[in-house]
Every structure is written in C-alpha cells, then in structure tokens.
C-alpha cells in the first residue's frame, strides 16, 4: 500500500485504505476485502 500517489518501478500497488488509518493502531482483529482491480 502507498501513501499519497507514491509510484515506483517495480512496486505493486496492494490496495487503498478509505476510511483513514486508524485501524493500524488498534490491536486486534477487523476485517479486510481485497478486490481485483479491472
């Protein structure tokens, strides 16, 4: 995952998070969707 429009050869984008950062903070579990990106 990039922060910002971050780009870089070789690197693959993973995903975007769209709710904001909190949940890195929180121990524990939350769920994730991964989606194929068309």
Known sequence: ???A??????LVR?????????????PGEFPLRIERIQ
């Open 1 to 3: 995952m990039f922060y």
């Open 5 to 10: 429009d971050y780009k870089h050869p070789g």
């Open 14 to 26: 993973l995903g975007r998070f769209e709710d904001g950062y909190e949940a890195l903070h929180v």
